[in-house]
Nanobody
Framework: VQLQASGGGLVQAGDSLRLSCAVS????????MAWFRQAPGKEREFVAA???????YYADSVKGRFTISRDNAKNTVYLQMNVLKAEDTAVYYC?????????????????WGKGTQVTVSS
């Protein structure tokens, strides 16, 4: 399974951005998908997840502002980010995991994509 994230960029506080993660392989629909982020000098942290059946989970810091979704026909997972803040600045990574119980744990992820940089200027 290979994951390719895209859509990052430089935006101003209050703006919106949508990240995409294209996934190779015929078993995409069976995977639980997630987004993590890592800011300079900080550990990688969970942002949002969507299960193979469509249930969603969010970190408290992004709840109400970010929306995760998936399109199984396109083997793609999305992260819509609204009302961006300077503290959202980080490299964002998409992840795939077969075990929903560990989808929020960066040390238990099955597959990682390369990150995409999101920079929010204040």
């Amino acid at each position: 399974v290979q994951l390719q994230a895209s859509g990052g960029g430089l935006v101003q506080a209050g703006d919106s951005l949508r990240l995409s993660c294209a996934v190779s392989g015929r078993t995409f629909s069976s995977y639980n998908m997630a987004w993590f982020r890592q800011a300079p000098g900080k550990e990688r942290e969970f942002v949002a997840a969507i299960t193979s059946t469509g249930s969603t989970y969010y970190a408290d810091s992004v709840k109400g502002r970010f929306t995760i979704s998936r399109d199984n026909a396109k083997n793609t997972v999305y992260l819509q980010m609204n009302v961006l803040k300077a503290e959202d600045t980080a490299v964002y990574y998409c992840a795939a995991n077969s075990n929903i119980a560990t989808i929020t744990r960066s040390d238990r992820i099955d597959y990682w994509g390369k990150g995409t940089q999101v920079t929010v200027s204040s």
